[in-house]
């Protein structure tokens, strides 16, 4: 079963620019090279078939229907020129690289999802967006960096219950009701994250809430009947935005070919970073543990009365500034 590698680019892409940019190493290609390193910390939770990297295109769909999207974010104007490069040289080193007219990343990365579901293959998401738990099942996990990239955390359906209270398909709508800051999404004024999870796990989804608007508590009613049109927009913005049809075919037979990916970081003068993929794709899997020794019962049973009379009374003395023995 192949098992594929779905990368948020624009996220890894921010991660190395803000890491490196304001160090002494701000020479040539930076941002690609930062981006193949982290790109090999991923391969701990490999080995993978292929590799897909999806990028947000810069006129953003979201953006034109609703201008309050992201409105807080600051751009990185200087980021721009490297993110354009960095798009080229993944592509030099045999990457699926894709870019799709006024999507965002997290749509590409929903469409690569579904492909490998519709093949009952797996997939890996690595990505600091949240939004993408929304994608979590049996065959696809979320890999998310949290403060650097390692401290990787693994999302499968068990992680995203014990972290949110739902279930992956839940998340969208516990999400609307919360809000997001980071895409300057207010929330229902009112609805914490643990109240909109005790709502989903009573009624199901954000529709089943609504429905039962009259069941619930005076407070709690009020403040989602007030905020609707808050949750129902939050939530159409951070669903998918649907059509697109990914090739996962074609990464799959394109494979992880270290011989290109030496050939294009080396004209870029990035020969460490190819030098890190390669020791992360080519590193001997760990050897499993050894099976803990057979004990019986009756040797597991420690007299710790008697052991501690046995140590008094082998204990010796010693006088004030005399050297206790240490073995």
């Not at 769909?61 to 798009?87: I, S, T």
């Not at 895409?183 to 229902?188: P, R, T």
């Not at 004024?189 to 954000?206: E, M, V």
């Not at 099976?291 to 040797?299: G, M, Q, R, S």
Request: charged share 25%; glycine share 8%; with cysteine.
């Amino acid at each position: 079963m192949p098992r594929l590698l779905a990368v948020d680019g624009n996220s890894l892409a921010h991660r190395a620019w803000h890491a490196i940019r304001d160090s002494d190493d701000e020479v040539g290609h930076f941002v690609t090279g930062g981006f193949v390193s982290m790109l090999a910390t991923a391969w701990s939770y490999g080995p993978f078939d292929g590799v897909i990297i999806a990028f947000d295109h810069p006129q953003n769909q979201r953006k034109q229907d609703f201008p309050e999207y992201k409105a807080n974010r600051v751009d990185d104007h200087d980021l721009r020129p490297h993110l354009v490069a960095l798009q080229d040289h993944l592509d030099a080193c045999g990457f699926m690289v894709l870019v799709e007219a006024g999507l965002e990343g997290d749509d590409v990365l929903a469409a690569v999802a579904d492909a490998c579901l519709a093949r009952t293959w797996q997939c890996l998401v690595l990505s600091s967006d949240k939004d993408l738990t929304a994608l979590v099942s049996d065959d696809i996990h979320l890999l998310r960096p949290c403060g650097t990239m390692s401290d990787l955390r693994l999302y499968d359906p068990a992680a995203v219950r014990h972290e949110y209270g739902v279930d992956p398909v839940q998340y969208p709508d516990l999400a609307a009701m919360r809000g997001d800051p980071s895409d300057g999404l207010a929330g229902v004024n009112s609805i914490g994250p643990k109240t909109a999870a005790r709502l989903l796990r009573d009624h199901g989804s954000l529709n089943g809430i609504y429905a039962n608007l009259s069941m619930l508590p005076p407070k709690v009613e009020a403040a989602l009947r007030a905020g609707r049109d808050v949750a129902e927009r939050n939530r159409l913005l951070m669903s998918p935005l649907p059509g697109m049809a990914v090739d996962v075919e074609t990464a799959v037979r394109a494979g992880v070919d270290l011989g290109r990916i030496d050939q294009a970081m080396g004209a870029l003068n990035l020969g460490f970073a190819a030098g890190r993929f390669r020791y992360a794709v080519e590193r001997p899997a760990a050897p499993p543990l050894p099976p803990a020794p057979a004990v019986e019962p009756d040797e597991l049973v420690i007299d710790l009365p008697a052991v501690l009379r046995a140590r008094r009374q082998t204990a010796t003395v010693t006088s004030v500034g005399e050297q206790a023995p240490l073995f």
